[in-house]
């Protein structure tokens, strides 16, 4: 079974909590090796790969499908309504499906793909990723209203200017390194882009970007004169680059795409409003190490970058 199966279970229940989520992933068989690491590609070939319901998660979350803990309100996930996120491309309009399916929105998809007017994409451990395309937004709109779907024009400007800067205090929360000896320390290396062995008492003395590591938890620090605050993992580790001044984003207006070391994903919801242009996952290029985001338009990459402050090149 896939993960379109997956969506599917979750569309009908609507919510639930996080126990049943793993169950339905362990009853519908989704297959192992179409699952990601948290940091697919972020951290490639780290060992401590999480396991599938993690990963699926951290996917359906990205690509805007569903939302989980903080974000699914009473409950532990919930998914989104069906929805359209609209963008402006130099080619015209386009909109990529979000959220709930059902098997008449599923037929209508087809039908849609079948007269040309839509595109469907395929990713390892990713629902089918659906999306329309239009010279006219209007057509977009009444497509959407027709197969009962929300819609939103320039999501992913809408997502980006809610975001705040990753230097804002507003990010970092006050919190103690974690007590015990069991826990495995590692630094993040701004220059070599990768996290490297330490130990407590470095990680405590020393200015930098930290990662504790128990079992399947994972904590992220940054000290900073003499300061200690929790952060996203991603968000870390861009306050290191911009502290040692280093550029990491690449755009090439010609293809559109938005380029990135794997180990600079840009955090989650820079990530889900990148991603929303296209609708689809990035690609992850062996031979460069990088992940490629297509369809990304010039003004949400600079929005991007703003927050990341980082300049593009």
Known sequence: MSANALLLWMSAR??????????????LHVAADEAADEEEAADVGDQYALPI?????????????????????????????????ITHHPFGW???VAGARSPRLLDSMHSAERSGTL???????????????????DVLVAVAKEMGLLWQMDAAAAILQCL??????AVCRDRDFPVGADWRVERFSASALSWQASSREEAESSNGLSRW????????????KSMTWSVPGQVGKYLML?????????????????????????????????????GR??????????????????????????????NLS
Request: aromatic share 10%; hydrophobic share 40%; glycine share 6%.
């Open 14 to 27: 609507v919510q639930g909590s996080w126990q049943q989520f793993r169950s339905a992933v362990e009853e």
């Open 53 to 85: 319901y993690q990963a699926l998660r951290l996917n359906l979350q990205r690509l805007g499908h569903a939302e989980f803990f903080a974000g699914a309100g009473d409950s532990e996930w919930r998914v989104v309504p069906p929805s359209l996120a």
């Open 94 to 96: 386009r909109g990529a």
């Open 119 to 137: 595109e469907m994409f395929t990713a390892p451990a990713c629902p089918d990723a659906f999306r329309l395309q239009a010279s006219d937004p």
């Open 164 to 169: 705040p800067v990753i230097d804002d205090r």
């Open 213 to 224: 590591i128990f079992g399947h938890q994972r904590f992220f620090f940054v000290r900073r």
């Open 242 to 278: 911009r502290q040692a001044r280093r550029k990491v984003l690449r755009y090439d207006s010609d293809l559109a795409s938005l380029r990135v070391p794997a180990p600079c994903r840009p955090p989650f919801l820079v990530e889900r409003a990148i991603i929303a242009c296209s």
């Open 281 to 310: 996952p990035p690609d992850y290029i062996a031979s460069s190490g990088e992940l490629v985001y297509h369809d990304v338009p010039a003004g949400t990459a600079r929005l991007a970058a703003a927050i990341l402050r980082q």
